[in-house]
């Protein structure tokens, strides 16, 4: 798939822990035909697990080592088309937020009430508490108004198939790509 400029599109998935973000952004770079890009796999591949970084290092040093693994994914995708999901975090650093200016940004959400199923057992840094729902809440709730303002677009992945909302996506990148191509 092109764009109107004949560029292929780059798509970046934000959103809190837990959204599907990986999921779905393997599918709809499929389904688009582009590269597909975990940042936090990137981050694994090249450095170890995030746990193993953020005992050993701290998370200012995780955040330094995604935000490489962001600019090299972005760099890449504008060069080559893509889809890339972000960790949830990624989106707090400032130069993140500006490489996501002019790219199509699909913000995924699920409320705090089906997220419990999906973090259970789950070894991410920031929700080893006491209460890992709760803690969830807190981060997605502090982290959403920059969701909001960095998002073109929003889908809820809390009901319905998975397919469902990556057909919704794709749908939503051709109508987006469609509607520039009328404007050129």
Do not use: C
Not at 6 to 14: K, Q
Not at 106 to 118: D, F, G, H, N
Not at 169 to 181: G, M, P
């Amino acid at each position: 798939m092109t764009t109107a400029s004949g560029e292929r599109p780059v798509i970046v998935l934000i959103g809190p822990m837990g959204a599907g973000k990986t999921s779905i952004g393997r599918r709809v770079a499929k389904a688009l035909g582009v590269p597909f890009v975990d940042t936090d796999a990137a981050v694994v591949r090249d450095h170890g697990p995030i746990e193993a970084l953020f005992e050993a290092h701290g998370e200012a040093h995780f955040r330094s080592l995604e935000r490489e693994a962001v600019a090299s994914a972005v760099a890449t995708a504008e060069r080559d088309g893509g889809v890339i999901a972000l960790g949830g975090g990624a989106v707090l650093h400032a130069e993140t937020q500006h490489d996501l200016a002019g790219h199509q940004v699909v913000l995924l959400t699920v409320p705090p009430e089906r997220i419990a199923s999906r973090i259970r057992g789950t070894n991410r840094p920031l929700l080893q508490a006491d209460d890992p729902i709760a803690r969830w809440t807190e981060v997605y709730e502090q982290r959403r108004p920059l969701y909001e303002r960095l998002a073109t677009t929003t889908f809820d992945t809390s009901v319905g198939p998975l397919q469902g909302v990556v057909d919704e996506i794709v749908t939503w990148v051709r109508a987006t790509d469609q509607t520039a191509k009328e404007q050129v």
